[in-house]
């Protein structure tokens, strides 16, 4: 029922800067909290940065200074600018979402959006 659309991933040169958006599309929900995750070749699913309820940002420590979540809660839409990019910044990138729907509470994730940083 509920979908979460990402779009805004490329190639880009070591230093470069991408955007990453995420809409989800649906009705009859709240959004509780959105995040971006990433998975690099042979390495483990990693938070990257998050909008929980409480509403102060989360950034794993690699990214701190350098990439930017936001949300447009108009447009039910997470975003992720990513500034300064580098090669290790490579990976899959997820767009997570926390969701209400009456009493319930469900977790979503997009198809994933490829960022490749070259050197």
């Known amino acids: 029922q509920v979908q979460l659309v990402e779009s805004g991933g490329g190639l880009v040169q070591a230093g470069g800067s991408l955007r990453l958006s995420c809409a989800a599309s649906?009705?009859?929900?709240?959004?509780?909290?959105m995040a971006w995750y990433r998975r690099a070749p042979g390495k483990q699913r990693d938070m990257v940065a998050e909008?929980?309820?409480?509403?102060?940002?989360i950034y794993v420590d690699s990214v701190k200074g350098r990439f930017t979540i936001s949300r447009d809660n108009a447009k039910n839409t997470v975003y992720l600018q990513m500034n300064s990019l580098k090669p290790e910044d490579t990976a899959v990138y997820y767009c997570?979402?926390?969701?209400?729907?009456?009493?319930?509470?469900?977790?979503?994730w997009g198809q994933g959006t490829q960022v490749t940083v070259s050197s």
């Open positions: 997570y979402a926390r969701i209400a729907r009456d009493r319930n509470v469900y977790q979503y």
């Open positions: 649906g009705s009859g929900f709240s959004i509780k909290a």
């Open positions: 909008i929980p309820e409480s509403g102060t940002l």
